[in-house]
């Protein structure tokens, strides 16, 4: 900023640059004696076993190349959609963030080690490595999907957008048609699917059939909105149920809301059930009825 507002002050006004110059110096010091901490790289074992698979000796070329294919899918979908509404179609945005390497063999059961790609700019240490984050989420809705409640597997995939489930599936789908297991290795700690019907199982709960998801106008009045955390309660005027749900993020300002406490109001939700669940609810748009 500084360099940007110095090349538009004119050389005659040497006041004005010399009192920008000297702030830019000052700047540039202290810059220099920043210690700058990058995150790790994100690091997981992924192993194999079944049909495709020679015991720790080997695993079929066509197998692995598939199964790594769709991991790494998985993995970019889940990792954009955190920030980005993903289309059904198309390159997954910004997938180049989300690039694994394979950078070994792992002992006993066949598998890889993989590890998150350098990036050209290394990101500052203010959260864990997107790639990480991916990981773990696509590692918590397998395991939920495996043998949780419906309102436990709702909660993990509230805010997952379809096009990422569906990489889910057909990365278990690999595993499935193959009649192969696998097993993920996340900060030390395995996580196992056992066997095709645990597989298959998993991947029959994240088919649209179980997952309920659709767009809904509802008459009522809001009854409280936390602007922080972004969670609302809504009146609905059929029968004084009350909902609670998220805002979501086309909604910049979620306190304007507070003005319309107790108003007349129409508003847009989208909503999502995953088989006996309760609803979840996300708050797209609002406006304020006048009788």
Do not use: C, W
């Not at 810059?31 to 994100?42: H, M």
């Not at 495996?146 to 990489?167: M, T, V």
């Not at 847009?268 to 708050?283: A, F």
């Amino acid at each position: 900023m500084l360099e940007r507002l110095i090349s538009r002050i004119p050389e005659a006004n040497v006041i004005d640059r010399m009192s920008l110059e000297a702030r830019k110096k000052e700047v540039e010091t202290s810059l220099s004696t920043l210690k700058l901490t990058y995150y790790e790289p994100a690091r997981a074992r992924l192993t194999f076993r079944g049909k495709p698979t020679v015991k720790s000796h080997g695993i079929f070329a066509k197998f692995a190349a598939n199964a790594i294919d769709k991991f790494a899918i998985m993995v970019a979908a889940i990792g954009a959609s955190q920030t980005i509404e993903l289309g059904s179609r198309g390159i997954i945005p910004n997938i180049e963030e989300y690039q694994l390497m394979i950078t070994g063999t792992t002992m006993g059961s066949f598998g890889f080690e993989i590890e998150e790609a350098p990036k050209d700019e290394q990101k500052l240490l203010t959260e864990f490595s997107p790639v990480k984050a991916a990981l773990d989420k696509a590692n918590l809705i397998m395991e939920l999907s495996a043998g949780s409640s419906d309102d436990d597997l709702a909660e993990a995939i509230a805010d997952e957008n379809p096009r990422a489930i569906e990489a889910i599936r057909a990365f278990l789908e690999v595993m499935e048609n193959n009649d192969a297991s696998f097993a993920l290795e996340l900060d030390g700690k395995s996580h196992q699917f056992i066997d095709v019907e645990q597989i298959k199982r998993i991947r029959e709960r994240l088919t649209p059939e179980n997952i309920h998801e659709g767009d809904r106008e509802i008459l009522g009045k809001f009854q409280g909105i936390l602007p922080t955390r972004r969670t609302f309660e809504f009146m609905i005027k059929e029968n004084n149920e009350v909902i609670i749900g998220k805002v979501g993020p086309e909604i910049e300002d979620p306190s304007k809301i507070n003005r319309i406490i107790e108003k007349p109001t129409k508003i847009l939700v989208h909503t999502k059930q995953v088989g006996t669940s309760r609803p979840r609810y996300t708050l797209n748009d609002y406006e304020e009825i006048h009788e």
